[in-house]
C-alpha cells in the first residue's frame, strides 16, 4: 500500500479559507445594529382622553318570519263586523281576533230555546196524561190502547 503525502502548503490553504469565512460571518452582523439604531422612530398619533357617555348598540341576528305562521279561517258563516288585531302581531290562545254580527246566532238560538220549551211542554202534558188515564184505565172508562199511548208519548 502506498500512501501519499502532502505538501505541507496545502493544509494551510483549507485552513485559512475556514478562517476566513468564520470571520466574515462574525464580522458581518455589527454594522446592522448600528444602521438600526440610527432609524426613526414610527409616528404615533396621541389623543387627550374624554369622559362622556357614549350609546350603546349591538348587532343581533333575527327573523323576519314568525316561528308559528298560522293561517286564520272562518270556522263559521256571518258578517264580520271588526277585527281586533294587526297583521304580523303576536296573538295568544283565547284572544278575540274578529267580531261577527250575532243576530243570525240570536235568532237560531231562540228558535231552538223555543222548541226545548215545546218539547218540555208536550213532556210535562204526557206525564199528565198518563196519571190521569192510569186510574181510568183501571175502571174501565178508557181503553187499554189510550192508555197505552199516553204511557209511549211519556217516553
Known sequence: MKMRVQPPHTHFRRGSGVLLCLLLALTSGCD?????????????????????DVPIFGEWVGTTVGYVDAQIRARIQGYLLSRHYT?????????????????????????????????EAAYKKSLLDVRRNTPLA??????????????????
Do not use: H
Not at 32 to 52: D, F, H, N, Y
Not at 138 to 155: F, H, P, Y
Open 32 to 52: 446592522r445594529q448600528e444602521a438600526e439604531s440610527t432609524a426613526m422612530p414610527p409616528e404615533v398619533l396621541v389623543a387627550e382622553v374624554i369622559q362622556k
Open 87 to 119: 297583521e304580523g302581531s303576536v296573538v295568544k290562545a283565547n284572544d278575540l281576533l274578529f267580531k261577527i254580527d250575532p243576530r243570525p246566532y240570536k235568532a237560531t238560538l231562540d228558535q231552538l230555546q223555543a222548541e226545548l220549551i215545546r218539547a
Open 138 to 155: 183501571a175502571e174501565g172508562a178508557i181503553s187499554q190502547k189510550e192508555l197505552d199511548d199516553a204511557i209511549q208519548a211519556r217516553a
